[in-house]
């Protein structure tokens, strides 16, 4: 074997049978390399995007869930162990878990050999998490392949990438000869049609739309068009709203009397009849809507293929057909569209040589010349990587490893919910139906669930929809228009116990619905708890309640991670930051620097509250009080050993009194998690990231009675910590303020993205 070759090539992404451009691109790219380097072991890591897992070929040696953090540690750790040369990962930020996929890095951080990161994405305007994953992934990468020449201008404009460390490589075709289109036509049934093909999974960014908006004016002119739109609907569009789009482009040819003249064949069809599809067209068009796209895997397939081509100019078309290798509409034009045809259709002799001109060019992206590039690419990553050793183990003290969470189950929240709701209360781990159920707790497993659907991956998707709805369907109950107010309390035979629920629940569903606008990407649910965010937000101004304040900031900044309504929400939230900073102007000294004459229930949350105000405003005295009172309740809950010792609801701490040590409880250690961890995404500082680690530890043992409250065995968590024992009941709000907590970990492991800018 030619001793510049890699051994072992490994290759990350998405793979088939997966349906999307990148698995495909992946499989073409992995052949590809392994039939022009017969003596290198090509393998495949494949990212999953569903819980039913994908019936993969041999190639496939190892697979990660999309969202779930820990299996990328796994996947690093499979490529260390099998000695892979050198990783080819294929990177964009939607196939990958985590805040702009974040979650790669966590095996970028971990593996090893050379990575040579193929950048399908490259953005001019990242917003702050995408800048923080492209800076981590350029990083950790030792060199990055752009499929064109735009991606190295950026990657050099707007990230400070060097050009030495860029390989621009286009994207790969199969090698198809120039041949008339008649033949293939008389195949696929169009003989004597001239055929207007645009073919990938279809959604709403292909601008499908326009094309057949400019279908009249071109039938008008050349009657025997046809227009085939070749594809089946992406997988992630049906789930979340079946063939509306699809339907959407049936109904508009209708109305523009050019059904007869618009094919839609809702396959994803193999390679060898997608050849026969592109061998019958006359001329692709690809309207899309987006400039900022650096590739299309399509454009570059049809064009390869000497084919015309009419598109909008987003970037790689722009490249791609300059010096009259195809013609260029404007964006949401359908009259450019047609005029582009009309141009072609109206000369043959310019469309054969505009095909001509495609065909020499695409030569260079067969995918055997390709191949041979990343090739290249391979030997210059592994030449220039500095000797590492490449023993699996080396290094791997506890201090450098990151921390292991526990497995996420969730056999006691679905145990303790039902068709109404989530039951407040347990006998050990059995519900307790006599307690019914409460707003607080459907409150907390909303919550919960969008964290999940953010993170997990791991629960099955039908059983997070049905809870997500179901505890949707009950703090939508809660509301009574009639007092503006959230009711608390439900028997189990679903009747409301009062009129109004205490400030602190009215605040805790305001945080859900916050939460469910601000996160969620169901649109009904959405769009539900936006509005009744927005009806539930006024009472609030009105409250004394320190922690509904609290509470309530903390879903206003849910809130605003949408993009509408956020002018009255903004100055609720000014308010409530002005009376949580005099509220503690009005108590704080020097050895008492707290909101109250009292440290009770929820306390790090008030902290919590002024952390996010106090960046996001931005307001430095309100950030100065949340980290100045979270270090002294730190202080305060840290033991001579080193564990964390929540203040006891068994009499709280009243200033110039005892402490108390006992009981307490699992909402205490949560709220402090959830507050460290903002205060170090506002810091940086290590200290507080530790503080979050040792409040978490409270739930698995480290604490007074060094035993665990969390029962890893069912999912569900004790009642709170007694001077001498755990109690063993496990209701909803112990359960949940672990699971929250848990949640908030695996979200903030890397902490590569900032919340969202609201400014």
């Not at 070929?57 to 996947?75: A, H, I, W």
């Not at 009259?324 to 047609?338: C, E, S, V």
Request: glycine share 8%; hydrophobic share 40%.
């Amino acid at each position: 074997m030619d001793s510049t070759l890699p051994d072992r090539i490994a290759f990350l992404g998405g793979y088939l049978p997966r349906l999307c451009g990148i698995a495909t691109f992946t499989h073409d790219l992995c052949e590809a390399v392994a039939a022009v380097a017969p003596g290198s072991r090509c393998f495949v890591g494949a990212v999953n995007d569903r819980v039913d897992a994908y019936e993969y070929p041999p190639r496939v040696r190892f697979e990660m869930d999309q969202k779930d953090l820990d299996s990328y540690r796994r996947g690093a750790d499979f490529l260390n162990f099998d000695n892979a040369d050198v990783l080819c990962l294929q990177h964009e930020f939607g196939i990958y878990g985590g805040p702009a996929g974040s979650h790669i890095v966590a095996l970028l951080k971990e593996v090893r050999m050379p990575v040579v990161t193929t950048l399908h994405t490259v953005l001019r305007e990242p917003d702050t998490a995408q800048r923080k994953v492209m800076e981590e992934v350029v990083q950790r990468s030792d060199r990055l392949v752009v499929m064109a020449r735009k991606g190295a201008e950026i990657l050099r404009e707007t990230y400070g990438v060097p050009d030495v460390k860029v390989d621009v490589i286009p994207h790969g075709i199969p090698d198809m000869p120039f041949i008339d289109s008649s033949f293939h036509k008389a195949q696929l049934g169009v003989e004597g049609r001239m055929v207007l093909l645009t073919f990938g999974l279809l959604g709403p960014g292909k601008g499908i739309e326009y094309a057949i908006e400019a279908l009249p004016a071109i039938v008008r002119r050349h009657p025997n068009v046809v227009y085939l739109v070749l594809g089946a609907t992406h997988p992630h569009l049906v789930a979340r709203e079946g063939e509306r789009y699809r339907l959407s482009l049936e109904r508009l040819a209708e109305d523009r009397g050019v059904k007869d003249h618009v094919i839609f064949y809702n396959r994803f069809v193999s390679l060898d009849d997608l050849k026969e599809f592109i061998g019958a067209t006359d001329i692709y068009l690809t309207p899309y809507l987006n400039e900022a796209q650096i590739t299309s895997g399509t454009l570059a397939q049809v064009f390869g293929a000497g084919k015309a081509v009419v598109s909008t100019p987003y970037w790689h078309a722009q490249e791609l057909l300059a010096d009259g290798r195809g013609i260029l509409a404007a964006f949401r034009d359908p009259k450019t569209i047609a005029e582009g045809v009309c141009a072609f259709l109206d000369d043959p002799d310019r469309m054969r040589a505009t095909r001509e001109k495609a065909y020499r060019l695409g030569r260079e992206s067969v995918w055997p010349a390709v191949a041979q590039r990343y090739i290249e690419s391979f030997h210059r990553a592994c030449t220039e990587r500095k000797a590492t050793p490449r023993t699996a183990f080396a290094g791997w003290t506890l201090a450098s490893r990151p921390y292991d969470l526990p497995p996420l189950r969730l056999d006691h929240v679905v145990r303790m919910s039902d068709g109404t709701g989530i039951l407040q209360h347990a006998t050990f781990n059995v519900p307790n139906f006599h307690e019914g159920y409460c707003t607080d707790d459907n409150a907390r497993a909303f919550i919960l669930c969008n964290l999940l659907d953010e993170l997990s991956g791991r629960l099955p998707t039908e059983n997070l929809d049905r809870l997500t709805t179901s505890f949707l369907a009950f703090l939508a109950a809660a509301f009574n228009p009639k007092t503006g107010r959230f009711r608390n309390f439900m028997s189990h035979g679903r009747q409301w116990l009062e009129d109004a629920g205490s400030e602190d629940s009215h605040a805790r569903a305001l945080w859900a619905f916050g939460s469910g606008a601000g996160r969620s990407r169901n649109e009904g649910h959405q769009r539900l708890c936006a509005h009744l965010f927005e009806r539930g937000l006024p009472a609030v101004e009105s409250f004394s309640s320190p922690r509904a304040w609290a509470f309530s900031l903390l879903g206003i900044h849910e809130y605003l991670r949408r993009p509408q309504g956020q002018s009255a929400v903004m100055a609720s939230r000014e308010v409530l930051t002005r009376k949580l900073v005099a509220l503690w102007k009005g108590c704080a000294t020097d050895n008492w620097p707290w909101f109250e004459p009292s440290a009770t229930y929820d306390n790090a949350r008030l902290c919590q509250a002024l952390l996010l105000s106090g960046q996001w405003i931005p307001d430095a005295a309100a950030l100065e009080i949340g980290l100045k009172s979270l270090r002294w309740l730190a202080s305060l809950q840290t033991t001579q050993a080193g564990h964390f010792r929540p203040i006891g609801s068994n009499g709280f701490y009243e200033r110039g009194g005892a402490r108390a040590d006992f009981d307490q409880q699992p909402v205490e250690a949560q709220a402090m998690v959830s507050a460290c961890l903002e205060a170090f995404r506002a810091t940086q500082d290590a200290f507080w990231s530790r503080e979050a680690k040792r409040a978490f530890e409270w739930f698995l043992g480290r604490n007074d009675l060094g035993l665990p409250l969390y029962d890893s065995g069912g999912g569900g968590c004790s009642d709170g910590l007694h001077e001498d024992r755990i109690n063993e009941n496990q209701g909803a709000e112990s359960t949940l303020a672990f699971h929250l907590s848990r949640a908030e970990m695996n979200y903030a492991e890397h902490l590569i993205a900032s919340p969202p800018n609201q400014s």
